[in-house]
């Protein structure tokens, strides 16, 4: 069983969804595309412990930044989230500023054409940006930077059910990693962080070693069709937004989802039930 649903901003005695944006980073392999995933801190307020794509919650400074930007304007961007201008330019915004701020991955140059190599003389900046003592459109601004909004390609949209006390409206990017620079762990949120295949980051979930929550394990299987960095860029998914509902199946509450059936059937039976109440 699945199910695909949307839903207002609000509702009475329901927690406010709160935007936000998730990257996958991703890099051509022996075996195939890799992509960046991260395990969250054990005493992260949402989705602890689990393996997942940097990202993070919209800021209120991302929404009103002033940046020089290159690639789609925001209102292509709203068309593709169906959303508002200036709701899809907080979305990219926050998608530059949590990856840089996640993995020290930036997606900036000193051109609309160039993109920083390395990113090390940044450090500093990036961590008054993680402690937001400092905005995205101040730190280009003062570094002289564009935002290349054409480095990423928007892939997904799904919410936390509205049996969570934090939901989020999440939209899901895809970027490919620039030429010279590194993505790494340096940052309080991530206890480990790995390059994995979509097949095997899957195959730990299988084995237990990694907990994936539907949304992430949903762009794993989409990412693993495609043979190629080059094939993902050209993608064009049908962006619907999702939000997990829960349901009595055989006298069991379960989370219905497209494809759910196929996650709880590999889902380890140490996260079962983990996986049966949660998005």
Request: net charge negative; glycine share 8%; aromatic share 8%.
């Amino acid at each position: 069983m699945s199910e695909t649903k949307s839903e207002p901003d609000s509702q009475p005695g329901i927690p406010t969804l709160k935007d936000a944006s998730t990257v996958m980073l991703v890099r051509d392999g022996v075996d195939g595309p890799e992509i960046f995933l991260q395990r969250r801190v054990g005493a992260m307020a949402f989705a602890a412990g689990m393996t997942v794509f940097p990202g993070g919650g919209v800021d209120p400074s991302d929404a009103t930044a002033d940046i020089t930007w290159a690639g789609p304007e925001p209102a292509w961007w709203a068309e593709r989230f169906a959303t508002t201008e200036l709701r899809a330019k907080a979305l990219v915004c926050a998608a530059v500023r949590e990856t840089f701020e996640e993995c020290g991955v930036l997606l900036a140059g000193p051109t609309s054409d160039s993109v920083v190599s390395d990113t090390a003389r940044y450090r500093a900046a990036r961590g008054k940006l993680e402690r937001r003592e400092l905005s995205l459109a101040s730190f280009l601004a003062e570094e002289k930077l564009v935002l290349r909004a054409d480095l990423l390609r928007p892939w997904a949209n799904w919410i936390t059910p509205v049996i969570e006390p934090r939901r989020y409206d999440t939209r899901f990017f895809v970027a490919v990693l620039p030429e010279g620079q590194r993505a790494d762990g340096a940052t309080s949120e991530a206890a480990e962080v790995q390059w994995r295949t979509p097949e095997e980051a899957l195959a730990r979930w299988r084995a237990g070693t990694d907990i994936l929550l539907p949304p992430t394990w949903s762009q794993l299987v989409a990412l693993g069709e495609f043979g190629s960095t080059a094939d993902i860029l050209v993608a064009w998914p049908t962006i619907d937004p999702i939000m997990p509902v829960l349901v009595d199946i055989d006298g069991k509450q379960m989370l219905s989802f497209p494809d759910n059936q196929r996650y709880f059937a590999d889902l380890p039976d140490a996260g079962r039930l983990r996986g049966s109440v949660r998005e």
